[in-house]
Every structure is written in C-alpha cells, then in structure tokens.
C-alpha cells in the first residue's frame, strides 16, 4: 500500500509540472486556423478533402479552444507516456528515466511535437495512445501465461481505431503491430486471445476509415499543391528525405539519448561471456559516431553543410543505426530477450520507412520514434548488471533524474513564461492601436522564438490566421518588428 501511494504522489507531481509548463505553451501556427472559423469550416465539411486525421483533428479543435483544455490533455498524455514506460522497465526507474528524456528532446523535436498545439494533438496524442498498446502487450515478450480476457475487447477495439485516425505513419504501424502481436501469440502461445483480435480490428477499421478520405486519393495521384507520396521519382524523394530530414531529426539530434544507450550497450557487453569480433567493432563504431554527434550539436545547421558532408554524415548515420540494431539483436540471441529487442528495432524502422517516400516531413514526425528510443533504452537497462540495476532503482538514480529534469523545468518555464508575457503584451499594443483608428500596426517578435513554431504572422497565410484568431480586422495589416518605430 506504501508503494502505491508513493507512486500516486509520483505521478501527481509529474502531472502538475507539466500541467504548469503546457499552460504557458502559446499557440502559434496552425494553431491560429484551428482556433478561428477556418477550423469550425473543416469540422463542418468533416475534413473532406483536408485529411483523415479526424480524432487528431477533433482533439486540436478543443486545444486551441480552451488553454486549460490544451494543459490538462497534454499533461495527460505526456505523463502517461512516462507511465507507459515505467510499465515497460517493470520499475519505477524507468518512470524517472523516461522523464529525464522526455524533458531532454531534440529542441525542434519539441517545438513542433509539444509546444506547438497543432502538432502535439497529432503526434504527441499518437505517441501516447501506441504507447499504452504496447505497454499492454509487452507481458507477452516476457513468455509468461497469456491469458484472454473478453472485457478488454471493446476498450482495445477503440484503442486501435482511435489511434490510427491521427497519424498517418502511426496507422500504419498500428496494424502492422496488431497483426504481429497476433502472429507471435501463435508461434509463441499456440492461440490468440480475442483482445488481440479486437485491437487490429479497430487499428484496420480506423486505417481504412481515415485513407477513405478523398484528401489521399488526390495526394496519391499527385493534385496536391502542399503534400505528395513519391511516384516514379520514388528514390530521389527517399535521398532527399533521409538527406534533408531524417538522418539528423531521427538519430543524428538524440545527443543525449545516444550517449546513454551507448553507456548501456557497453555495460550490457562486459557481461557477456562470447564476445565477438563484428559485435565489438559495430559498438566501437556508435561510441565514435556518438562523440561526433555531440560536436555536430554544436550548431552545424543543415542549410550550412556542403552536400558531401550530408552525404558523409547520412551514410555515417545509418552506418550508426545499423550498429545499434545488430549490437541489440546479438545481445537479445545471448540473453533470451530476441523477441523484445526485435520488437524495438522492427517498431523504430516501421515507423521510420513511411517518411521516407511522403512530402513533407518535418522534425514533428519523430516525436514518436524519440519515445520508442526511450522504450528501447528502457529495455537495456532490464538486462544491466545487479549492482547497477540496485543503484537505478534507488534514491540516488531518482534524485539525480529529478535534479537535472527540474533544471530543465525551470529553463523551460522562464523561457515561456516570457513568451505568455510578450504574446499578451504584443495583444494589448494592438487593441491600443484599434483603438487610435489605425489599419497599419506593428507587432513586435517574440523573445526565444526559436523554440516556437511560427511564432509571428511575418507573412501569409499567417497574417490572416492571426487576424481570425484574435479577432483582428481583416482590413488591418501587421508588420512585424523587433523593435517598434520611435512615434
């Protein structure tokens, strides 16, 4: 009974720092759109010819409608992710791990995927609606009793369908990972349990409903001005993806994550007792590629980099990824764990392979491979040696994840605390302004735009957006400024 209360005070706490922070997120972007009559227009067309992100769409509609609405969902979400993959570690360590690298994402990771409220109700909300399915399911990796339970069958089936109506990649991943739960249970086990069954059934119904939307059928036949899947140039999209976006927000960005991985990966390897050759210069090679990683954070931005170091620094990544992959499944051969660490692997890539042949793509999209790297960490850190296993579960592992992802809190809180301050500043300029009949204001930038995702309307369709959100006149043009012209 100790523990539990302890663990509610755990998670009450996490909630309520992220429901503080998240209050300060300000909506910016697409946000302005989903907040105005453009987001009542796309829900009154039911999002025909827009996309099938309907259960995406409906969450951002309430979002951008109401700032406690948007707090509470994401402190929801983003708590329960991290509830998600404690149930994964099988301790509560994993729950502290998992907090410190949430709060360590890849700033254009974060910007887009939790900041920016359009973004988070279809990446974040995926994320964490995937997470709880193979929180679920994970005992089953472990080879113990499968057991049927026929009560579960409804809430799965609208686990799945909710699910795959957000993202489109994670649609895809949601079926193929409800089909493969099906097919492990038959080798495994011998049978399928009906939950199983009831979870793809939802993941195929909401997969089916959401490409039934006429939006993909003119992207697939190349009509759409913004969004395009790879036709007969299929391998010059897969080059210009993996060189522009993916190889850097998918793995290149994950400094932090990749050093502890490699931490693991090295502890996991002392342990072995047949060491090999091909294993040991795989890892070698992830150590170096993390040390590079760590020097290219020092601000080499992609626009900046010749063509022959990205394809240097592509090459090296997926050379890197490789590495991990074939370190992780001669590890799970030795330790009887294949299973599970062909389930990471398999999930990361399956999620991946979609962006490559899809237009466009932004750093967004990696939101949930981030978490998945986390789960993935979560698992090696199963398999670490007694006595650092005892120190994780400890107070000391607790209070240093704490510690660091509390400064990281804070950092964060100053950041947008500022940013509430300006945007209401900027607000209360512009009324003055209306109020003196004038139709050409200026609006100053936000501090530390940087981490947020178009933060002021310096152009169309923005301007206009920002206008409708706030109910501005349309008639009234915004300059932006940095600073405001002397009267």
Request: aromatic share 16%.
């Amino acid at each position: 009974m100790k523990r539990k209360d302890r663990a509610w005070v755990r998670v009450l706490i996490c909630f309520l720092a992220l429901f503080v922070l998240a209050w300060f997120f300000p909506y910016s972007g697409d946000d302005w759109a989903w907040g105005s009559r453009i987001g009542a227009e796309r829900l009154h067309s039911w999002f025909e010819m827009y996309n099938g992100r309907y259960v995406g769409n409906l969450f951002v509609l309430v979002m951008t409608r109401s700032n406690l609405a948007k707090a509470l969902i994401m402190s929801v979400c983003l708590t329960g992710i991290l509830v998600c993959i404690e149930k994964i570690g099988g301790g509560k360590w994993a729950f502290y791990l998992g907090g410190l690298f949430l709060i360590l994402t890849p700033k254009l990771v974060f910007r887009q995927a939790v900041v920016w409220t359009a973004g988070f109700s279809n990446y974040a909300v995926s994320a964490f609606l995937t997470l709880i399915y193979v929180a679920y399911v994970y005992p089953l990796l472990e080879k113990g009793e499968m057991t049927r339970r026929i009560w579960h069958c409804a809430p799965l089936f609208v686990l799945g369908a909710a699910g795959s109506l957000i993202m489109e990649p994670v649609t895809i991943y949601n079926v193929v990972l409800g089909a493969g739960v099906i097919v492990y249970c038959c080798i495994v086990y011998r049978k399928a349990a009906a939950q199983h069954v009831a979870y793809l059934a939802g993941a195929l119904s909401g997969a089916v409903y959401m490409f039934s939307n006429s939006a993909y059928h003119v992207i697939a036949e190349q009509g759409d001005d913004y969004r395009s899947m790879a036709g007969d140039g299929v391998l010059a999209t897969m080059k210009e993806n993996f060189l522009n976006v993916i190889y850097e927000e998918f793995f290149l960005n994950n400094v932090w994550l990749n050093i502890a991985m490699a931490a693991a990966c090295v502890l996991l390897y002392r342990q072995v007792e047949k060491k090999s050759r091909m294993v040991r210069i795989c890892l070698g090679y992830y150590i170096l590629y993390c040390v590079f990683a760590v020097f290219s954070s020092f601000g080499i931005q992609t626009g900046a980099k010749t063509e022959g170091f990205m394809y240097a620094e592509g090459a090296a990544t997926a050379l890197a990824v490789l590495s991990l992959a074939a370190f992780a499944l001669w590890f799970g051969r030795q330790k009887y764990c294949l299973w599970k660490m062909f389930f990471w692997t398999g999930s990361i890539f399956c999620l991946t392979a979609p962006l490559l042949v899809v237009t466009p793509i932004g750093s967004r999209c990696f939101f949930i491979t981030y978490v998945m790297f986390i789960g993935f960490l979560a698992e090696l850190c199963r398999h670490l040696p007694g006595r650092v296993r005892a120190w994780m579960g400890g107070r000391a592992f607790a209070s240093a994840c704490t510690a660091v992802a509390g400064v990281g809190l804070l950092f964060y809180l100053s950041i947008f605390t500022s940013v509430r301050q300006a945007e209401r500043d900027r607000l209360a300029h512009i009324q003055k302004e209306l109020e003196q009949g004038k139709r050409e204001i200026e609006i100053l930038h936000l501090p530390y735009e940087s981490y947020i995702w178009v933060p002021t309307p310096t152009e169309e369709p923005w301007g206009e957006r920002y206008k409708l959100f706030y109910g501005i006149p349309e008639d009234v043009q915004l300059k932006a400024v940095w600073e405001y012209t002397e009267p």
